[in-house]
């Protein structure tokens, strides 16, 4: 079988270190806001090329917290890919806050920036952009709003660790960004993690505050804060992987190649990548007009697949409020969209088998 993600392979080739640093931490008894989460957050700052990183809970609350540490809230209106994962409109709705959808281009999945200045009002705060699937939004345009409507631009980087637009980092694209280190992300914990990255120091201190009790010197409240942190196990995992996530983009890198180039079927579209340096792929997610019979054909050659995502945010029964209304190319995306295995830890025969199996369907 071709497993969608090995999880297990993909941990298990830094074993003997992961095991190593979880022992020091067991020697010394320190498991919250210790030496592990500095360190890593300092080399995923430097990682990403920006000033400051913060390891908190989860990628939910990274954009949570960031929308809350600039004081958005009831009132204000934060732009956003309507084919986005739910968190990202979680996040903005969390703080009372008003997502404002705007429809993704179909050729890049990512959000259309054609589309966003018609949806900019006065009540316009943000644009949260969604680097999907692993690729960098591309920011131009995106930037020039920005400066010209006095927005901040924040990045939902949670899939896409290490992509590149310009020759910069995702987590140093924007004002702020919030990472996600779920198991199954590009660089994935033993469990939940998330962390903020931003060159803006005031806000650094501000969400380092926000995510520890809204307390900034110990039991001294400056905010109604809450707890989100990371794990000193956790941190100390990243801290080992992190070392391996270049070579492991490159190898998905070198899988989609692959695949873009072997694949050659009528019935499938390939994903498309702007500059190989700007796709981390996260997901190798491919279109076809019968996907449901796609995935069973896939399922019975012994193929693992996932739908990212099979309900668009706007037809979510937790949003009724939207349910009648009609974002056509979102709608297309989510009615066809099936992703394929793809992984560091996938072996060449299994590249060739998913390859014939997808050329094989008729
Ligand atoms: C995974 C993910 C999140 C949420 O991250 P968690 O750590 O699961 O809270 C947010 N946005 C996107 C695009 C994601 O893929």
Known sequence: MIKFLDLEKINNRFRVEIDTRIKTILDKGWYLQGDENKKFAQNFADYCGVKHAWGVANGLDAL???????GFGAGDEIIVPSNTYIASILAISQNGATPVLVEPDINTYNINPDLIEE??????????????YGQAVQMEKIWQLAQKYKLKVIEDAAQGHGAEYRGRRTGNLSDAAGFSFYPGKNLGCLG???????NDEELY???KALANYGSDVKYHNLYKGVNSRLDEIQAAVLDVKLKYLDADNQKRRQISEYYRQNI???????????????????VFAVRTPERERFQKYLTDNGVQTLIHYPTPPHKQPAYTEWNTRSY???????????????????TDTEIQQLVDIVNAYK
């Open 64 to 70: 949570t917290l960031i929308i809350r540490a600039y």
């Open 119 to 132: 949806k900019i009002t006065p009540r316009t705060k943000a644009i949260m952009v969604v680097h999907l």
């Open 192 to 198: 939940d993690g998330g962390a903020v990255t931003t």
């Open 205 to 207: 201190n501000k969400i």
């Open 264 to 282: 050659k079927n009528p019935l499938i579209t390939l994903p498309q990548t702007y500059d190989e340096k700007a796709h981390v792929w996260h």
């Open 328 to 346: 056509p190319i979102s709608e297309k995306i989510h009615s066809e969209i099936i992703s394929l295995p793809i992984s560091p830890v996938m």
